[in-house]
């Protein structure tokens, strides 16, 4: 599958979507604008690739829609170099533009079927992870702890406590909390014990789930 022209005028007009949204940070428009997001969908969805909407991949799970993915990206404030942990590999979308942004990120993936799949596909159309793992996302990466930011890409009904301890002292989590329709929440830890609460409105999230280890 190439990616064509067609595909990068479609890409820009769906960077200027989410401009008239309130997307702002030009790294995160710069990596939506790069990053060909219909590479990481089946082929039957290729006409919706650059839709800002959602789409079914593998295990029943989703892409997100680029715009929750820009707003997620934008919340954490990554910077080149920053140690970041991701919460739900998925099909690698969110993955790429992380590394887009300059993240060195480990992330984690519940989902034998997408880890197998996206641990293969991300290095095959040039994005590498520092680490991906298959593994429960509750749990966090403590070896690797702590991290600048921390992203969850699934919608989770409490906020596990292992992922803000994994914090380093002003890092930040991103995670969308609540059961059928979620809150984006972020955490910034200010110290040992201490944490800044900001909520960002309703979206909406396939379940992040647990005890798969």
């Given at each position: 599958m190439k990616d064509t022209f067609r595909h990068k005028g479609l890409r820009q007009q769906?960077?200027?979507?989410?401009?008239?949204?309130?997307?702002?940070?030009?790294?995160?428009?710069?990596?939506?604008?790069?990053?060909?997001?219909?590479?990481?969908?089946?082929?039957?969805?290729?006409?919706?690739?650059?839709v800002d909407k959602a789409f079914p991949i593998a295990a029943d799970q989703t892409i997100s829609q680029p715009y929750t993915v820009a707003f997620q990206s934008e919340l954490l404030q990554v910077q080149p170099g920053d140690k970041v942990l991701e919460i739900g590999t998925g099909s690698g979308y969110q993955t790429a533009v992380l590394i887009e942004l300059g993240a060195k990120v480990y992330s984690i993936e519940r989902q034998q079927e997408l880890f197998k799949k996206t641990s293969k596909?991300?290095?095959?159309?040039?994005?590498?992870?520092?680490?991906l793992i298959f593994g429960d996302g509750y749990k966090g990466l403590p070896d690797?702890?702590?991290?600048?930011?921390?992203?969850?890409?699934?919608?989770?009904?409490?906020?596990?406590?292992?992922?803000?301890?994994?914090?380093?002292?002003?890092?930040?989590?991103?995670?969308?909390?609540?059961?059928?329709?979620?809150?984006?929440?972020?955490?910034?830890?200010?110290?040992t014990k201490e944490f800044e609460q900001h909520e960002f409105g309703e979206f909406r999230f396939v379940p992040l789930l647990e005890n798969k280890n």
């Open positions: 769906l960077v200027n979507v989410l401009i008239d949204k309130g997307i702002k940070q030009p790294g995160v428009l710069k990596a939506i604008g790069k990053i060909p997001r219909h590479l990481f969908m089946d082929s039957g969805f290729l006409d919706h690739a650059y596909f991300l290095p095959q159309i040039g994005y590498r992870a520092k680490s690797e702890a702590p991290f600048d930011s921390i992203i969850v890409t699934a919608g989770a009904p409490f906020v596990p406590k292992p992922l803000l301890s994994q914090l380093k002292v002003g890092g930040r989590l991103v995670i969308p909390v609540g059961v059928d329709v979620q809150t984006m929440t972020l955490f910034i830890r200010k110290g």
